[in-house]
């Protein structure tokens, strides 16, 4: 945190290249490097990064849409698991239809957190219910899908719920 900004930039590079190295990112590699970014930038301007906003879901529906469908094929081989994964969470919020997106995961999440994290402490509690929906309605948590759990609410300022265990690979 006493480093001069010039080192913080250095070492957020130094992370991009890292996880870049092999020419392939994974979940795991995503999670950590967005957290350890998203520290940096709080650590350079810590004024400019509020914890909460006042964006209310009906606000954001698009990128809520993309959100859950994103995590649902993060967690979900075939299309029909994947469908019913991101409408199980689409039903939490009153969601009536999704946004199928692109298959760019990674693209997805850095273009729709930013924008879920100025949603307001109940919105943002709403999606965490919807994504744990997502996640869970198979009644299994793969280790990807508590990762990227993990880096949603990191990366939207609130804290990872403890649910009751469940069956995981």
Not at 50 to 67: F, W
Not at 134 to 143: A, E, K, P
């Amino acid at each position: 945190k006493r480093r001069p900004p010039v080192d913080i930039q250095k070492l957020k590079k130094t992370i991009n290249d890292l996880i870049q190295a092999d020419g392939a990112v994974d979940i795991f590699e995503y999670a950590l490097a967005k957290m350890l970014q998203q520290f940096l930038n709080e650590t350079l301007s810590p004024s400019r990064e509020p914890l909460h906003g006042n964006k209310l879901l009906q606000d954001v529906k698009t990128e809520t849409s993309a959100l859950l469908v994103t995590v649902a094929k993060l967690g979900h081989q075939d299309s029909a698991s994947i469908q019913n994964a991101s409408e199980a969470g689409a039903r939490e919020l009153g969601i009536d239809s999704l946004d199928f997106i692109d298959e760019n995961w990674k693209e997805n999440l850095d273009n729709v957190l930013p924008k879920l994290d100025r949603l307001n402490p109940n919105a943002k509690e709403k999606l965490v219910k919807a994504l744990i929906k997502t996640v869970t309605h198979d009644r299994s948590v793969t280790h990807e899908e508590a990762e990227i759990l993990r880096v949603i609410c990191s990366c939207i300022h609130v804290p990872l719920p403890i649910t009751s265990p469940a069956k995981s690979d």
